[in-house]
């Protein structure tokens, strides 16, 4: 149960700080969401790329791309509005 709790606060996070450098609008659910998903995204492709490392910051920084690439798939469907 705790572990659910620390992965959607810090999918918030994470999906916080991409919404800021992608200038999303968004509320703390998409935010938590958004997270979850970039950072498995992100974890897979970084895997697939054979782009290994570890530690918070590592993992920090390909949530965040991650949940950048995810920002601009959801805005290349549905435009502008997100």
Known sequence: MISLI???LVGAFIGWLAGIFMKSKHGFWMSC?????GSALGSGIANALKIGGG??????VIGILGTC??????????????
Do not use: E, M, Q
Request: aromatic share 8%.
């Open 55 to 60: 530690g918070l910051i590592y993992s920090l």
């Open 6 to 8: 620390v992965t959607i």
């Open 69 to 82: 690439l995810v920002i601009a798939i959801v805005r290349a469907i549905l435009g502008k509005k997100f």
């Open 33 to 37: 969401l958004l997270g979850i998903v």
